[in-house]
């Protein structure tokens, strides 16, 4: 599968679970952590959880498994390490104060919709 039509899994995924403010950023032209951050922010811890979980489940049954999910438990800042994804799952206020959106400013913010598979 490719790794677009991942991140429109893995967006989805977080969108079924009423995650806020999802954002996609290309960062192939940057780094060469991954080509795609997902950031997202949820209300509460079990909010939070459930998105996580909804995403493992649903990339899983494309048979695609994150390398390492870590913070889970506390569920402040959790991030799952696909590969060419790395999906970060922020409580409000550990989105705010980590900021990645700033710290990653050079990507490109891509709109989901425009995506292509």
């Not at 677009?4 to 967006?11: D, H, M, N």
């Not at 290309?26 to 795609?36: E, K, P, T």
């Amino acid at each position: 599968m490719k790794v677009t039509e991942l991140v429109k899994k893995a967006y989805q995924a977080l969108e079924d679970k009423k995650a806020e403010d999802i954002h996609v950023l290309d960062i192939r032209q940057i780094s060469i952590l991954a080509d795609y951050f997902i950031i997202a922010s949820g209300a509460n811890k079990n909010q939070i959880q459930a998105m996580i979980d909804n995403v493992e489940e649903e990339l899983g049954k494309c048979g695609c498994h994150p390398r390492q999910v870590e913070g889970y438990d506390t569920a402040g800042w959790i991030l799952m390490d696909y590969g060419d994804i790395i999906i970060h799952v922020f409580s409000e206020e550990d989105r705010l104060f980590y900021d990645l959106e700033r710290i990653w400013r050079d990507g490109k913010l891509v709109d989901i919709n425009s995506i292509t598979s």
